[in-house]
């Protein structure tokens, strides 16, 4: 057997670089998806508690019990609340949150770490 006939060689590195390459693509599909269903889901949540918290809102207008109540509200929803704003008028509430994707190689990586964080405003009226 001579060299030039022997493809074990050839047959091995291919598999090794199709392996490769499905893991990586594995990689970037997952997180691609827990981003992309991490801002479906933050965007219902924002407006559910952008709701729960319009009626503390209605009986109390003040920032900061709206601040602790949007706060705890988010925090049970496993989010983290960035802002609470009432309108001039205070019939509209604006609640916004944030959290980071549950991620594999996004999170792990300084430049691209930011891609995961995820935020979402609600919007609910207090009348």
Do not use: C
């Amino acid at each position: 057997m001579n060299l030039l006939s022997d493809e074990r060689g050839f047959l091995a590195g291919w598999a090794v670089k199709l392996i490769l390459f499905l893991a990586v693509l594995g990689f970037v599909i997952y997180d691609g998806a827990a981003i992309a269903v991490n801002m479906f889901q933050l965007d219902g949540i924002s407006q559910e508690v952008a709701v729960e918290v319009s009626e503390t809102a209605r009986e109390q207008s003040s920032p900061l019990l709206l601040q602790r109540s949007a706060a705890k509200i988010a925090k049970q929803h496993g989010t983290q609340l960035v802002s609470v704003e009432l309108s001039e008028d205070k019939k509209v509430l604006r609640v916004t949150i944030q959290r980071d994707a549950n991620t594999v190689v996004v999170s792990k990586v300084d430049r691209i770490s930011n891609w995961g964080e995820t935020s979402a405003e609600g919007k609910s009226f207090t009348d």
